[in-house]
């Protein structure tokens, strides 16, 4: 289709933010818009320097005939700041304390757009990391783990607690529940994951990880590689001992008075890293 210049910006900017981390021809776009290869140049060049100055993310040119643009979702220090306080500021509601000191999540997981924020926080984290799949644990890890891969564009694959008929052949191991020291089971599709894969696990909440151990351990059975751990929010309360030590968290919970129905609510470590990656 031939466009105007003005039209072609916009239509160019909406394919590569709906293409992420994918890496688009230069011949693509000039058969797509009718236009030379010099003209879509000059305009990837105006993206380029709008979406770095905007925080927005980078534009990666690949040279060569196999060559081409890749968009990389990027998340700037003041955007994670204020997702980090919003989550903050969410969780620190007395209604959210059940009993047993629980504490409900359910409205923020399945906030479309809060959680899409904090996906596309996620994905800036482990950009430079090479990411074949999405791993998390059914249930309401589920929302985020699809935010976070629609910003990396790959799958996502979901561990549960029993087999399903509907999903062929399972691979399945008994791990130990990090807080109430229960073995548990849980399985996955074997056609769901490629031996060599690099394993991105991400879970909405995490106390001592005995769960996403279990994930690790069952990486192992299928060959595959964890490229990191991505956490929404993390709890102190109560963890003699932690399973996991290399994890990115958003938000921590330090204290929870069910009685009291007082929540102190910090920042992660994720901010803390960005700040670490800059040095």
Same mark, same amino acid.
């Given at each position: ?6 039209? !072609? ?21 000039? *058969? =797509? ?9 000059? %305009? ?11 925080? @927005?993310?980078?534009? #990666?040119? #690949? ?5 081409? $643009?890749?968009? &990389?979702?990027? #998340? ?8 980090? /306080? *919003? +989550? ?8 959210? @304390? ?8 359910? /409205? ?6 809060? &959680?899409?924020? @904090? ?12 990411? %074949? ?14 935010? @976070?891969?629609?910003? +990396? ?22 791990? #130990?529940?990090?807080?109430?020291? !229960? ?15 690099? $394993? ?11 769960? &996403?151990?279990?994930?690790? %351990?069952?990486?192992? *059975? ?8 991505? $956490?929404?929010?993390?709890? *102190?309360?109560?963890?003699?001992? =932690? ?13 929870? /008075? ?13 901010? %803390? !890293? ?6």
């Amino acid at each position: 289709m031939k466009l105007k210049r003005s039209s !072609r910006l916009v239509d160019l900017t909406r394919y590569l933010l709906q293409h992420p981390h994918q890496l688009i021809s230069l011949s693509f776009f000039s *058969e =797509r818009y009718g236009a030379a290869k010099s003209s879509i140049s000059e %305009d990837l060049l105006i993206i380029k320097e709008n979406f770095e100055g905007q925080g @927005v993310g980078w534009l #990666v040119t #690949v040279p060569g005939a196999a060559g081409g $643009v890749r968009y &990389i979702p990027k #998340v700037s220090m003041e955007e994670a700041q204020e997702v980090v /306080d *919003e +989550l903050k500021s969410l969780l620190s509601s007395s209604e959210r @304390v059940l009993p047993g000191g629980y504490l409900y999540m359910t /409205d923020i997981i399945g906030n479309p757009a809060f &959680i899409n924020k @904090v996906g596309r926080m996620f994905a800036s984290m482990f950009a430079d990391r090479s990411v %074949d799949v999405v791993m998390t644990v059914a249930t309401k890890g589920i929302p985020l783990a699809y935010a @976070v891969a629609s910003y +990396l564009n790959v799958p996502v694959v979901i561990v549960r607690s029993n087999s399903r008929v509907t999903e062929g052949s399972t691979m399945s191991i008994n791990y #130990v529940s990090g807080s109430t020291k !229960r073995i548990q089971t849980m399985a996955l599709a074997k056609r769901s994951l490629s031996s060599g894969s690099n $394993v991105l696990i991400i879970d909405d909440f995490m106390k001592a990880g005995g769960t &996403i151990k279990g994930m690790m %351990d069952l990486l192992q *059975e299928f060959d595959a590689s964890m490229a990191g751990i991505g $956490v929404l929010v993390e709890s *102190e309360e109560e963890v003699q001992e =932690r399973l996991v030590e290399d994890y990115i968290s958003v938000a921590r919970l330090s204290h929870v /008075d069910a009685r009291q129905k007082q929540i102190q609510v910090e920042a992660g470590n994720y901010l %803390d !890293r960005m700040e670490s990656e800059k040095e």
